[in-house]
């Protein structure tokens, strides 16, 4: 599998183009990610706070992303053609950090654990199987979509962007939001507390929220009633029984 739409995203993120660059994004975001869990830690050792923390850095991490879409014609205006990659650092970055940051804490929040019983086998299968399937759309999704679609590029450089309908699109909407929630709710169960079980009940309700009042409102303003027949055709997160067959294709062959 070979990625495709890094040398897009090269033109717009001169970083990209030096090892040293590169170096120095990985860095950025590994900071604010590992900042992130050192407060995810230290609130756990706190009655109450595990879930609170949670909902805070989740609801954090997707407005500070929302800047990335509403300040969209304000960085135009001021950064010209740096404009994309001044979000993508000031916004892009730092906001999908503290999301994975918020993903990632499902699997070791503190809380009352649920009860032993014949539910923790279940439950522990579940995890394992939702986290493994997880993964492999996130990554076969990437591969397919392009990194520079995942990073949003679209958004500022509309030339650069389009509908896709095909492969994994034919079956789901969003299927890097799709993995994600897969992962939340996998670790989560692994977990095996009731306060990260809980809060992922929440989890499908605040992306499609997301989906619908910000990510899919720029799509719709780009596309209109393409996009709007593409969204009454096709699921955002979980594939309609008659494609389940094909969605596990794409997962296991890639096409």
Not at 30 to 45: E, H, K, P, R
Not at 169 to 194: F, Q, T
């Amino acid at each position: 599998m070979e990625s495709n739409g890094f040398d897009a995203l090269a033109r717009h993120v001169p970083e990209l183009n030096s090892t040293g660059g590169k170096l120095k994004i990985i860095l950025y975001a590994l900071g604010l990610s590992a900042l992130v869990t050192a407060y995810f830690l230290v609130s756990d050792n706190i009655p109450t706070w595990s879930i609170d923390s949670e909902i805070i850095i989740s609801a954090l991490g997707f407005l500070i992303l929302s800047f990335f879409f509403s300040r969209k014609q304000t960085y135009k205006e001021k950064y010209k053609e740096l404009a994309y990659r001044n979000a993508f650092a000031h916004f892009a970055i730092p906001g999908l950090a503290l999301i994975f940051s918020a993903v990632a804490h499902a699997g070791y929040m503190n809380g009352p654990f649920v009860p032993v019983g014949w539910w923790t086998v279940v439950f522990s299968a579940l995890g394992w199987f939702m986290v493994g399937i997880g993964t492999l759309l996130w990554i076969r999704s990437v591969f397919t979509f392009g990194v520079d679609n995942l990073m949003l590029l679209y958004v500022y450089h509309p030339e650069e962007g389009h509908i896709v309908t095909s492969s994994i699109y034919s079956i789901l909407r969003h299927p890097i939001y799709a993995s994600a929630l897969r992962i939340w709710v996998g670790l989560a169960l692994l977990n095996g507390n009731a306060n990260s079980i809980i809060f992922t009940i929440f989890v499908p309700l605040g992306l499609t929220g997301w989906i619908r009042l910000v990510e899919e409102k720029e799509l719709i303003e780009r596309f209109g009633k393409p996009y709007l027949d593409y969204r009454k055709q096709v699921p955002a997160f979980w594939p309609r029984l008659q494609n389940t067959g094909k969605f596990y294709k794409f997962l296991f062959t890639g096409r």
